[in-house]
């Protein structure tokens, strides 16, 4: 005798499966909206913002020790000084804040105008250009390890020869706070 129909454990099986299936598209469907809603939470100055910090983490990542005292590795709470390869030329790359205009600044001068400007005896500040606009505030503290302690510590101005094993940056931009630990991987 032929049965005409399905028996139950067949239709548990396939509405098993398609159950499954409907789960993993809701899934996906659901975590795609919530990443499409965080996306336009951001504005575009925000998104700037993060792509300029983001520049400011490579910079600092790329920097090394030079032993010229006009491109060495300083810094103090608002202002951050290092020597950098920019267009295959050493230079010194310098971020401020100019907490009258509200301004995140960076400055390059190449070694070859740093130079230049010595053997005529001169010292032009470097042309600061605004990287962020309404900084609030910003700061930098570095991190080194300490020999005499034999640990690792925070301080808020870097002047020593070398390089620090890592740079904290705040900025405050628009009542946000953007933050970032910046290790630089030839201290």
Do not use: H
């Not at 590795?73 to 290092?82: A, V």
């Amino acid at each position: 005798m032929r049965r005409k129909g399905f028996s139950l454990i067949e239709v548990l099986i396939t509405a098993l499966i398609f159950s499954v299936a409907a789960i993993a598209i809701y899934s996906a469907f659901s975590l795609g909206m919530k990443i499409w809603r965080r996306a336009n939470e951001l504005s575009l100055y925000e998104r700037k913002v993060i792509l300029k910090m983001e520049k400011f983490r490579q910079d600092l990542r790329q920097s090394f020790v030079f032993k010229d005292k006009d491109i060495a590795f300083w810094g103090d709470k608002n202002k951050l000084s290092f020597p950098l390869l920019v267009d295959s030329e050493v230079s010194s790359v310098t971020y401020s804040l100019d907490s009258g205009k509200k301004e995140f600044l960076r400055a390059v001068k190449s070694l070859k105008d740093i130079l230049w400007a010595e053997a005529k005896e001169e010292k032009p500040e470097p042309e600061f250009k605004v990287w962020v606009s309404a900084a609030e505030d910003l700061s930098f503290s570095y991190f080194y390890f300490d020999l005499k302690k034999d640990k690792y510590l925070w301080k808020e101005s870097w002047q020593d020869p070398g390089l620090p094993a890592a740079v904290k940056v705040n900025l405050i931009s628009n009542n946000k706070t953007y933050s970032a630990v910046i290790f630089i991987p030839s201290s």
